[in-house]
């Protein structure tokens, strides 16, 4: 299984910007997709942006634009940069990563990191 340790988030003034990291360990085996969902106070958690080993990067409507997804194969860490941030984008970030180990297949998640905006 993949050990996902998450870091960046905190508090931040609308207009500020932060960025979230998400550092997998593993041991033989690999790491494929790796993404962020996150959660609003009330909401839903939700896909919010994801990037494939090769780079090729998807983004919720919410997430285009202001966000950027990225990582280092050569670190299993990902990154979500977020700027030019506003009150609603308040919410929890939980990364993720798939991984393969033979014919297993499986997700694992971050613990969440609280992003908060204030105006």
């Known amino acids: 299984q993949v050990q996902l340790v998450e870091s960046g988030g905190g508090l931040v003034q609308a207009g500020g910007s932060l960025r979230l990291s998400c550092a997998a360990s593993?041991?033989?085996?690999?790491?494929?997709?790796m993404g962020w969902h996150r959660q609003a106070p009330g909401k839903r958690r939700e896909f919010f942006a994801s990037v494939t080993k090769d780079g090729s990067t998807n983004y919720a409507d919410s997430a285009k634009g202001r966000f950027t997804i990225s990582r280092d194969n050569t670190k299993n860490t990902q990154y979500l940069q977020m700027n030019t941030l506003k009150p609603e984008d308040t919410a929890v970030y939980y990364c993720?990563?798939?991984?393969?180990?033979?014919?297993?297949?499986?997700?694992?998640w971050g613990q969440g990191q609280e992003v908060t905006v204030s105006t």
């Open positions: 593993a041991s033989d085996l690999s790491i494929d997709t």
């Open positions: 993720y990563a798939d991984y393969r180990q033979g014919f297993k297949f499986g997700t694992s």
